[in-house]
């Protein structure tokens, strides 16, 4: 086979690769008027008591941000820390192997495909160098275990922030197609305790990580925020930092420290968002009669906005004109479906 033919083939091959990645991204994290999300968090054990009382303070806190500032219904928040509280009702049982996969089947029986869940893992990791573990009561759960946990959910869209020491390899094996991960490390050598955990909350509390002040917060944005506070806090002590965020939403399990989403990582991100859709609706249409309509109504604005970033991230792998092409009608469609959410907004307040 001649030389020119092999490269016309790898072409081709890698512009259908192209085609389908993009075809896929469509699809993932879309938001429509009856997506529900759900939040699981993993809270791990600890030999000290210093670091399990870090633990529940950071997992509880994370509880009533998500549920006073982000509304989130305590039905579709789970968490399981440590050896568990019956005395804490925030505190749904005890963080063991086979709770967590009795916490999953139940899962499983209530999400509808397009549905988000995040899961949020707090306490430490352990490494042997070709497995990496999450410290649990009992038995350890392996960053293989807990991938085919994930398997279970190919319809929904998942999201796996892992803030444990020695979480890089555990968030590698978790790699795929249309997942996002965040992990507090970065490689093997990473293997100390993190202070990844606070700063991530942290970017959520009163939206902090809200970069571009659209009122929601991005996986983007709060990884973003962590990273960068985390960064600062090392240089602050004045000490080497012993962790690195990365994230890797492309699935290729290579995790970026300062991911582009027009290169490598970060596309996704951009688009999965911590907001409830009722969150982002205005006061005056949040409930009553038009709630249905407006909700749909900011479920297509959302998708349009989805849409637009999307293309603006591909926008060096397009000609010109076909980038504008494509970008001039989402424009228009965006700035008419905003005009009849702020009609519809306006005939609900009431008259002076």
């Known amino acids: 086979m001649s030389r020119f033919k092999c490269f016309s083939l790898s072409l081709l091959a890698a512009l259908l690769f192209a085609g ?55 039905d579709q928040i789970t968490l399981l820390l440590g050896d568990g509280d019956p005395a804490e009702p925030r505190i749904s049982g005890a963080c063991r192997q086979e709770v967590i996969v009795e916490t999953m089947q139940m899962l499983r029986s209530k999400v509808q495909p397009g549905d988000q869940i995040i899961f949020f893992i707090v306490g430490h990791g352990t490494s042997d160098g070709g497995e990496a573990k999450f410290n649990i009561v009992g038995p350890d759960i392996t960053g293989q275990g807990f991938a085919k946990l994930l398997a279970e959910f190919s319809e929904q869209n998942l999201i796996v922030v892992n803030t444990t020491s020695a979480s890089y390899l555990f968030s590698a094996a978790l790699s795929a197609p249309g997942r996002i991960l965040i992990s507090a490390t970065r490689s093997r050598a990473e293997k100390y305790d993190t202070i990844f955990a606070p700063f991530f909350i942290e970017s959520l509390i009163n939206h902090a990580g809200d970069r571009d002040k659209n009122t929601r917060l991005s996986l983007w944005e709060a990884f973003q925020y962590a990273r960068t506070t985390t960064e600062k806090w090392y240089s602050d002590q004045n000490r080497l930092p012993t962790e690195h965020p990365t994230l890797d939403d492309n699935g290729d399990a290579l995790f970026s420290t300062d991911p582009d989403p027009t290169k490598n990582d970060g596309r996704l991100a951009q688009i999965a968002y911590l907001d409830l859709l009722k969150s982002s609706l205005p006061s005056a249409i949040s409930t009553g009669k038009n709630t249905e309509t407006a909700r749909q109504l900011m479920a297509q604005m959302l998708d349009y906005e989805r849409s637009i970033l999307l293309l603006r991230n591909r926008k060096a792998e397009l000609l010109k004109d076909e980038y504008r092409q494509q970008l001039e009608p989402l424009l228009i469609d965006l700035a008419r479906t905003t005009r009849k959410l702020r009609t519809l907004q306006a005939a609900a307040k009431p008259s002076q």
């Open 20 to 74: 389908q990645s993009v075809a896929q991204q469509q699809n993932y994290f879309r938001q429509s008027s009856s997506t529900q999300k759900y939040v699981v968090m993993l809270g791990g054990a600890s030999a000290e008591k210093r670091y399990e009382e870090h633990f529940r303070e950071w997992t509880l806190k994370l509880y009533d941000t998500l549920t006073e500032e982000y509304s989130y219904p305590t």
